[in-house]
């Protein structure tokens, strides 16, 4: 099962914009990519997903490479609310649905 | 919709007893699935199910464990005898997908501790 790659932590000023990147070298031409964040003490959210073109919600961005090698979450504007526990998850392909999460990026606010 | 509801928030046991862990999922959806979170190894599937019929249980780690989906609106995950290396938050999720749209939705969570 190919996994994905996340630097284990970052930090990020209130209000300014955040890149978080993962690596996805082995993915496949039809498995799409899925960030869920988790706040302290919760479970996983939802965040956005894509599978080639660029996608945009009311939470963030998300920007995916051409070769679809690496997928960029964008957070437009950071706040204190937005500290978590960002994973960058792709399906398993094959019409399964399972989410196989890695350790996910840290993402800290400092305001 | 109040979301996925997980029963007990909170559980202490000693080891060597039985520990029910109990999920309701959201109306309408049709795939569950059972985690478990540690900070050694993350969030691990245990085992997820499609219309009440587990699909893929080849994450529950061993025949400790097992786990019911009776009807669509319940599901329970056991472990029989409990072992302290099964603290950990175990999460239901459920979902229904269509086409690349995955969502799950997270409960949250049920701590378990195992003395």
């Known amino acids: 099962d190919a996994k994905t790659t996340q630097p284990n932590s970052m930090e990020s000023n209130e209000e300014e914009p955040v890149h978080l990147p993962c690596n996805h070298s082995?993915?496949?031409?039809?498995?799409?990519i899925h960030w869920y964040r988790q706040l302290p003490s919760q479970g996983p959210e939802y965040v956005i997903h894509g599978l080639t073109s660029n996608v945009n919600n009311r939470m963030a961005s998300l920007a995916i490479a051409e070769d679809r090698k690496s997928s960029t979450l964008i957070l437009h504007r950071a706040t204190l609310r937005d500290a978590a526990v960002y994973y960058c998850?792709?399906?398993?392909?094959?019409?399964?649905?399972?989410?196989?999460f890695g350790k996910g990026t840290k993402l800290s606010v400092i305001p | 919709d109040a979301g996925v509801i997980q029963s007990p928030r909170h559980e202490v046991t000693e080891m060597g007893q039985e520990v029910t862990l109990r999920c309701k999922p959201i109306s309408g959806h049709d795939y569950l699935f059972w985690y478990r979170q540690t900070m050694m190894r993350g969030l691990e599937l245990l085992i997820y199910f499609n219309n009440n019929v587990p699909i893929d249980d080849s994450g529950m780690p061993e025949d400790r464990f097992s786990a019911k989906m009776p009807n669509a609106s319940f599901s329970t995950l056991k472990i029989q005898p409990s072992e302290p290396r099964d603290s950990a938050v175990y999460f239901c999720?459920?979902?229904?997908?269509?086409?690349?749209?995955?969502?799950?939705?997270f409960g949250p969570g049920t701590r378990l501790t195992v003395l």
């Open positions: 998850v792709k399906d398993s392909g094959a019409g399964s649905y399972q989410l196989t």
């Open positions: 999720a459920s979902s229904f997908p269509t086409g690349g749209y995955n969502e799950q939705f």
């Open positions: 082995t993915i496949s031409g039809t498995d799409y």
